[in-house]
């Protein structure tokens, strides 16, 4: 079950590509038949246990493990996803953009499951970091250029202070899986760098405390992109911080930042 689970979040983005060269004004409604086939497949799976999968690329190893917490928030996620892009394919009717929206707003589902999903340190580093680089195709092909420029660089200073926290957690401990880090792994001096990196960067990216600037600034952009940027975008962190609890929370002084 876990393989089919895969397959099907792997055809959203596929169908969103493949449709958007071959036809255009059938994208939108293809990427949500995608979706809603998905979301029936998640809720299917969940008395199923349906474990998990692994895979590769080049020499690094990513895994998903389809727990019930996992699938339900990937059953919130695709659901959400799939109203917006109903939304986007009447609000953008039209609009040639809309094919290449749909693509961004396919890769920002598949990889926000990926953050929940994730089985390892490293895919809950792939699924960041690609969710954060498409909403960003889908804002810059949106957005007024001011305001791509301000998301642009919010999303860099974010995006690049939670990698850093991810390369030195794979850096001392090697793709340590979830489960590992309820474990006594020892960080050392490392541990209240990593915990206030992340930390900081869910809190630029989430646009908390004195980092709210940048979120004036997509007003400008499609309703249906400022959705997705409310959807999942913007809250996401905090699933990040919620499975990296061990971490964070390891520090009282990110307790008490957060």
């Known amino acids: ?20 060269l071959m036809s255009p004004s059938w994208s939108a409604r293809l ?4 979706c809603w086939v998905s979301v029936g497949a998640f809720v299917v799976a969940l008395p199923t246990a349906p474990g998990g ?9 990513f895994g998903l493990r389809f727990t019930p917490l996992a699938l339900l928030w990937s059953v919130a ?24 929206i749909t693509v961004a707003f396919a890769g920002v589902m ?9 089985n390892d340190v490293a895919t809950i580093m ?3 970091l690609a969710t954060g680089s498409c909403y960003l195709m889908a804002f810059g092909l949106s957005g007024g250029r001011r305001s791509v420029a301000v998301l642009v660089r919010a999303f860099l200073v974010g995006d690049g202070l939670i990698a850093a926290a991810f390369i030195l957690i794979i850096v001392k401990l090697g793709n340590v899986t979830i489960s590992q880090l309820v474990r006594p792994y020892q960080l050392g001096d490392l541990t209240i760098p990593i915990a206030l990196l992340l930390s900081v960067g869910v809190l630029v990216r989430s646009a908390q405390g004195p980092f709210l600037r940048w979120l004036g600034v997509t007003v400008d ?3 249906p992109v400022s959705a997705l940027l409310h959807a ?22 990110t307790v008490w930042l957060l």
């Open 53 to 61: 999968i692994d895979f590769a690329v080049g020499s690094i190893e």
């Open 77 to 100: 996620v695709l659901t959400v996803g799939a109203v917006i892009i109903t939304f986007a394919r009447r609000y953008l009717h039209g609009d040639p953009v809309l094919p290449t």
């Open 221 to 223: 952009a499609p309703t």
């Open 232 to 253: 999942g975008v913007i809250n996401g962190g905090m699933i990040v911080i919620l499975r990296l609890a061990p971490i964070v929370f390891g520090s009282q002084l």
């Open 126 to 128: 792939l699924g960041w």
């Open 1 to 20: 079950m876990a393989s089919i689970l895969f397959a099907l979040l792997a055809c959203i983005p596929l169908v969103a590509v493949l449709s958007s």
């Open 31 to 34: 990427v949500v038949v995608a």
């Open 110 to 118: 598949v990889s926000i499951v990926f953050v929940v999903a994730a």
